[in-house]
């Protein structure tokens, strides 16, 4: 990791794969999204570092990002945690110059990935979030979800208005482990979704599960195993949160209903490609599907930031 404090910002200094726009394409793709705001070319964050608020405004230069604090500057030390926070959410240990290569040769990514070159896996960091998230979106529209997951966070999320704005951090998942299902239900969770999202929750208060766990496994197909023991958590759910918390390159959602619709934009294809298609169209991608799967789905945006 390459930072620095430069007076009031802390400065990082990324890979050169990167593209600041074209992830803030990724993360303004709902207007619903409660977790982060962009505006005029900033991106606003807000996290809890070793239980302190700090609200972050990320702006980025030709070599640099940089980090203002609207809030007031945090404490001692708080700095580098802000730092580690924002390399992991960019994912920025991910050296991109061998997908890059995967895909010049690749039928469909060389179409693709010349297009949005330095676009990163944009992270959830958090592991309760992360599988909150999963489940919130399985077998519902992308809308929907975010509309489910903004009355989650602004129910049981904590909140801070900075200069007449609105920010709010996830729900902690001590708090949603004492709530009851009819309560998640109200805000038109599924009995199976409040269900499967208050069991994350207690297996993660009571120290069953937690990213340090899933993190000492000796291999993702481990960690995959684990995952999928937790009731709520399948093949796709597990998947996913590899892919978006734990960074695994090798992550492959191949269920994935957004993946299908970008595959068969690519192949001109009337119907959606099988399983066993996508697994010989992928045969190409090992070690990178995930991030092949993410290029994909920015080609279903067409909006530029």
């Not at 303004?28 to 900033?42: A, N, P, T």
């Not at 230069?61 to 203002?68: K, P």
């Not at 996508?278 to 080609?299: D, H, M, P, V």
Request: glycine residues 6%; aromatic residues 14%.
């Amino acid at each position: 990791m390459k930072w620095s404090t430069k007076g009031l910002l802390v400065e990082i200094y990324p890979p050169p794969e990167f593209n600041f726009k074209e992830c803030l394409v990724y993360l303004g793709r709902s207007e619903q999204e409660v977790m982060h705001r962009i505006k005029d070319g900033y991106l606003y964050k807000l996290v809890k570092l070793n239980g302190e608020v700090v609200l972050m405004k990320i702006g980025s230069t030709s070599l640099t990002i940089q980090v203002e604090f609207p809030m007031g500057q945090p404490s001692v030390g708080i700095h580098e945690k802000v730092a580690t926070f924002i390399w992991d959410w960019f994912d920025f240990d991910q050296a991109l110059g061998d997908f890059y290569d995967v895909a010049r040769t690749d039928t469909i990514l060389k179409r693709i990935v010349p297009k949005y070159n330095g676009l990163r896996i944009m992270g959830i960091p958090d592991l309760f979030e992360a599988l909150a998230w999963a489940i919130i979106g399985q077998q519902i529209n992308l809308t929907f979800a975010y509309t489910l997951k903004k009355r989650f966070v602004e129910q049981y999320g904590e909140s801070y208005v900075v200069e007449g704005c609105t920010y709010w951090l996830f729900p902690e998942h001590t708090k949603i482990a004492s709530l009851e299902v009819d309560e998640l239900r109200k805000l038109q969770f599924t009995s199976r979704k409040a269900e499967y999202i208050i069991g994350i929750a207690k297996a993660m208060a009571s120290g069953e599960l937690s990213k340090e766990i899933l993190l000492q496994k000796q291999d993702f197909k481990q960690i995959q195993r684990f995952l999928i023991s937790f009731r709520g958590i399948g093949a796709w759910t597990a998947d996913y949160v590899r892919m978006r918390c734990l960074h695994d390159p090798s992550a492959f959602p191949i269920a994935d209903v957004g993946l299908h619709h970008a595959l068969m934009h690519e192949l001109r294809m009337e119907r959606k490609p099988t399983i066993e298609e996508i697994e010989e169209i992928s045969t190409n991608w090992a070690g990178w599907q995930a991030y092949a799967t993410f290029y994909l789905w920015r080609s279903l945006y067409a909006q530029t930031p």
